[in-house]
């Protein structure tokens, strides 16, 4: 159980392109979903908690005009990158919640998207 | 305010060496949670343990082991016999109870030589 899926797993794409991710929960329903960016060796930095049927909560210095994120559904959080620049080349991780547990549980995690922009 | 410390930032041993990973933590809050993540070279995150800040019994799974001590602020991982399939990064976070957050340690790189 807890299986988070990501898609794709890796995406390379032309400067000022859009390029859109997909994070689902696939044996539980997630009221509440995060993105994390990861630098090569470096830690997890949490970008916005995705909050389903409403607006994400964005951490301090990330422009949510960029990266826009959907919580349309209890299984489906999206994260779209617009007009993608080289710097914006990264891994992304989703993780989702089991929202039947409580807003204390663990977050089980996608298996990534490594982002190249060109 | 939170904060997760891994000093090791590198660790190398050889196969069916004990090793322990160290993580010590910062928080103002009496409720927490904390958290060990195993992340292979394929990039997912590997969920390992969770504790809650009243719960400070050790825990042993198979060749997997932790020590939460709330007096010095540490929930360290320890391995067994280690073995080449546990080299990975293994991040320990914490989770205050009335923030949805995972605060990330550094990160610990592991190597396990055969």
């Known amino acids: 159980g807890a299986v988070v899926s990501q898609h794709p797993s890796w995406v390379i794409c032309k400067s000022g392109t859009s390029v859109k991710i997909e994070c689902r929960s696939l044996d539980f329903q997630a009221t509440t979903m995060f993105w994390y960016r990861q630098f090569p060796k470096q830690s997890l930095m949490l970008m916005a908690t995705s909050n389903e049927g409403s607006k994400a909560t964005y951490e301090q210095g990330v422009e949510k005009d960029k990266f826009l994120i959907n919580h349309a559904s209890l299984t489906l959080s999206t994260l779209t990158v617009t007009s993608a620049h080289p710097e914006d080349s990264s891994f992304y991780i989703c993780?989702?919640?089991?929202?039947?547990?409580?807003?204390?549980?663990?977050?089980?995690f996608g298996p990534g998207t490594r982002l190249t922009v060109l | 305010a939170q904060k997760v410390t891994q000093a090791q930032t590198e660790i190398s041993v050889v196969e069916k060496e004990d090793v322990t990973l160290d993580c010590v933590y910062e928080t103002r809050d009496t409720t927490y949670y904390l958290f060990w993540y195993k992340q292979p070279p394929s990039g997912e995150l590997v969920f390992l343990i969770r504790r809650n800040s009243f719960d400070e019994q050790n825990e042993i799974s198979g060749r997997y082991s932790w020590n939460f001590q709330k007096s010095t602020s540490s929930f360290n991982f320890t391995i067994t016999a280690s073995q080449v399939v546990d080299s990975a990064v293994y991040f320990c976070?914490?989770?205050?109870?009335?923030?949805?957050?995972?605060?990330f340690g550094t990160g610990t790189r592991l190597q396990v030589f055969p």
């Open positions: 976070a914490l989770s205050e109870y009335n923030t949805d957050k995972l605060i």
């Open positions: 993780s989702a919640r089991d929202s039947g547990r409580g807003n204390t549980d663990t977050q089980y």
